[in-house]
């Protein structure tokens, strides 16, 4: 563990030892100051981190596999769906950053050219963009498989609870450490307090969910995003993983379950690789 040690060199009388104790300050003052590691400044070094990592997202569309499952129950026959998107985080008004799934493959067959559709819609905005995206993502939204209506299932979802705008809405706590990737990852849990929610249920059901971050600052190497509402359960989490090229941590990985009592349980998993920058900047054209 890094630590700091106070000399005073004023007491030093011998030459030899004063020598000996000169050399000890030249390796002490290499050494990594302590790192604060209280609750606030974890909270505020994920604010930070997050809010500057949105706006490196935003110009990165990524390639998205995703396959989901509804398991049989009682008798019924489960279905299964693979998925294959691009996926593209924008600016949406006043909802933030928000991640747009463009689905162009279903079971292997084709639905549509792989053009960066959803990249031309924002960076060359027409006056019928906004309802092109809507349409777009509505259409994807319908692929899902299952009894639960969603459109929470996209690996970004998680962050907007640790945006620094948006911290007073729910309380943190800090929990213990893991290794991820070979760090020392830190457990920040939130639960959502106030209104009106960011997830929209009929019963008003209050988000929670873990962070895991490096410490050292703030960025996220996992999360996980719980919410319960009537009798439905759901969890997604998500991994992230570095990606040299574009010199950012990104992810790579999300999973979600959906249960309820007489209901058959629905998974799905999707990875994310092809990671691709464009140049302009994105306008925001949702409001």
Do not use: C
């Amino acid at each position: 563990m890094p630590f700091m040690v106070e000399r005073s060199l004023g007491r030093v009388l011998a030459a030899g030892l004063a020598a000996v104790l000169g050399a000890g300050l030249a390796l002490s003052a290499q050494e990594p100051a302590r790192i604060d590691t209280s609750l606030p400044a974890l909270v505020a070094r994920l604010g930070a981190y997050i809010d500057q990592f949105e706006k490196d997202l935003a110009t990165v569309v990524s390639e998205e596999r995703y396959f989901q499952e509804v398991s049989p129950l009682n008798g019924m026959f489960g279905d299964r769906r693979a998925l294959r998107s691009d996926l593209l985080l924008a600016k949406a008004g006043d909802r933030g950053w928000v991640a747009f799934r463009d689905v162009f493959e279903v079971d292997g067959k084709e639905v549509r050219d792989r053009s960066d559709r959803l990249v031309d819609l924002f960076i060359k905005p027409t006056g019928d963009s906004a309802a092109q995206v809507r349409k777009i993502v509505e259409a994807s939204s319908r692929l899902n498989l299952g009894w639960v209506s969603r459109n929470i299932n996209v690996p970004t979802m998680m962050l907007q609870y640790g945006r620094t705008a948006e911290q007073h809405r729910s309380e943190f706590k800090r929990g213990g450490t893991i290794d991820i990737s070979g760090i020392d990852a830190r457990e920040i849990r939130f639960q959502e307090r106030k209104t009106p929610r960011f997830i929209e249920t009929r019963d008003g059901a209050a988000a929670a969910g873990k962070f895991w971050i490096d410490e050292a600052n703030g960025r996220v190497l996992r999360t996980e995003l719980r919410i319960n509402t009537g009798s439905t359960s759901a969890v997604i989490t998500v991994g992230y993983a570095e990606q040299p090229k574009l010199k950012l941590w990104l992810p790579f990985l999300m999973s979600e379950r959906y249960s309820t009592p007489r209901q058959p349980v629905i998974t799905g998993r999707a990875t994310y690789d092809n990671f691709r920058r464009f140049d302009v900047a994105v306008e925001t054209i949702i409001k």
